[in-house]
């Protein structure tokens, strides 16, 4: 069927007969929402797209036919939306794609998805910075053009689906592929190059959230969604250590056991550093704990080395085979 197709991805002998959709299940948060949602009694299909295949089902989500024929063909209890161009300087430059995805997309998938709970992953860049902590209630005011088109998002979705969840969450890392699928863990690259100075950016305030921790905050959300219809609107989720890249960068030299000596804190922001960020977002999240939901953040030190280990002794293997 144009539009979408399947690869070989695995299923369950024995299928569950609660049904999730994972968006962007190719990515970094996709991939923890997945793999939890899996391993905890859902049968799960994942979707994705220049990545998708052979593990998951290739779908164009711009396109409205291929989405209706995906929720329709696989019926699915609840959607976790996680694709989007989540990168703020490519959203700057590259600003129809990104609009398209996260923005059109959304407002198709809601509406296709009339009578299945829906969890949009959304974003602490939907507040300015300037005075937090901010409540799933306070006004959104967002700096950069990644951050509008997360609120517009937000927007087309409870808009046409009033019983969606929205789920904003501030910086996330988790197990990689690739360093640079997150903002945290391309701080390797800095912390690895030892002997040679070089600068970090030591200004705005971050909440490093790891992935599967929110994760398992969807996979709640769900299940009590499954018995509570009040389980709608505005949620945030965050972790709880304060830090910024710098002092990130010193922790993960740190996990390694490595000199954190070379790296220099860069206080002010250079001229054409790119989208402007927000100082400091921090979400405050009452509205999960009042629910009894929400998880107690793995300790940074430990998840962003657990995060790591599996790539570089992946590529450590695959140097000493083949070099």
Known sequence: MPGYEYGDYEENVAI????????????????????????????????????????????NLTDEDAVRAVIQDFQPHVIVHCAAERRPDVVEQHTEAALNLNVHASGTLAKEAAGIFLIYISTDYVFDGRNPPYGENDAPNPLNVYGKSKLEGEREVLRHSPGAAVLRVPILYGEVERVDESAVTVLWDKVQEGAESCSVEHCQQRFPTYVNDVARVCRQMAERRLQDPSIRGIFHYSGKEQ?????????????????????????????????????????????????????????????????????????????TVFH
């Not at 948060?29 to 299909?45: D, P």
């Not at 490595?258 to 054409?272: D, K, R, V, W, Y």
């Open 243 to 319: 830090m910024t890249k710098y002092e990130m960068a010193c922790v993960i030299a740190d996990a390694f056991n490595l000199s954190s000596s070379h790296l220099i804190p860069m206080t002010e922001q250079p001229a054409g550093a790119g989208a402007q960020r927000p100082q400091n977002a921090r979400l405050e999240c009452s509205r999960l704990e009042l629910l009894g939901l929400g998880v107690e953040p793995i300790p940074f030190k430990t998840a962003v080395r657990d995060s790591l280990w599996p790539f570089l002794y992946d590529k450590r293997w695959r140097q």
């Open 16 to 59: 569950p007969y609660r049904r999730v959709l994972v968006t962007g299940a190719t990515g970094l948060l996709g991939r923890a929402v997945y793999k939890e949602f899996q391993n905890n009694a859902w049968h799960a299909l994942g979707c994705g797209y220049r990545r998708a295949q052979p593990r998951f089902l290739r779908c």
